[in-house]
Nanobody, 126 residues
């Protein structure tokens, strides 16, 4: 029913940039908020960035503020994560997810989302 497909990951040197994309089908971005999460090997999945159902609110974990930007294209029904000034500690599998309720903003907990993409690997070398 609902499918999310991430792309854009890869290997970059510290200080470099990557742009991740999340194409969503079966659920409109004009009704549901979206989030980006990441999971490093041996660690729990953590919230990275979120955007409200209206697109008017964005939210970030402290470690990426000023470096990452979340945005969306409602025509393409796609969410983006622009990552700049990348650090080795940003290395992780990045996942996009949809809020499990309509018309909300700023959800940060993993259990507040119900559909997830397969993930895309981001590796930042020193």
């Amino acid at each position: 029913q609902v499918h999310l497909v991430e792309s854009g990951g890869g290997l970059v040197q510290a200080g470099g940039s990557l742009r991740l994309s999340c194409a969503v089908s079966g659920r409109t971005l004009t009704h549901y908020g979206m989030g980006w999460f990441r999971q490093a090997p041996g660690k729990a999945r953590e919230f990275v960035a979120g955007i409200s159902w209206s697109g008017g609110g964005t939210y970030y974990t402290d470690s990426v503020k000023g470096r990452f930007t979340i945005s969306r294209d409602i025509v393409k029904n796609t969410v983006y994560l622009q990552m700049s000034s990348l650090k080795p500690e940003d290395t992780a599998v990045y996942y996009c997810a949809t809020d499990n309720k309509t018309f909300r903003s700023g959800q940060r907990a993993e259990n507040e989302y119900d559909y997830w993409g397969q993930g895309t690997q981001v590796t930042v070398s020193s």
